[in-house]
Nanobody, 124 residues
């Protein structure tokens, strides 16, 4: 296992929910933000949600606003992504990542460390 380990993926039907977790065993102390990304087959990796280190600011992709919620539990060194009202187009490999620089909201290239991903599949 690496410093970032995702879990919680699975297969659900349209309208279902999943909660992804990312255990961050290193690198979190000096980070500026953390985020969730996803990549579907044949598509580029895209940002889903980001949260500032203090947790005071969050940012979401338009496609998930109102359905997904990013949060973090510093005591547990864990980042979460609550996903509700899932759609087939949410099907992808989901990755968590940590950033140490960049503005707000952070861009893809601001993230230095990545997990290996957890698969989310939403069936119609």
């Amino acid at each position: 296992q690496g410093p970032l380990v995702e879990s919680g993926g699975g297969s659900v039907q349209t309208g279902g929910s999943l909660r992804l977790s990312c255990l961050i065993s290193a690198y979190s102390d000096s980070s500026t933000s953390m985020g969730w990304f996803r990549q579907a087959p044949g598509k580029e990796r895209e940002g889903v949600a980001s949260i500032s280190t203090g947790g005071g600011s969050t940012h979401y992709a338009d496609s998930v606003k109102g359905r997904f919620t990013i949060s973090r539990d510093n005591a547990k060194n864990t980042l979460y992504l609550q996903m509700n009202s899932l759609k087939p187009e949410d099907t992808a490999m989901y990755y968590c990542a940590v950033a140490y620089s960049g503005g707000w909201p952070p861009g893809l290239t601001d993230f230095s460390y990545w997990g290996r991903g957890t698969q989310v599949t939403v069936s119609a």
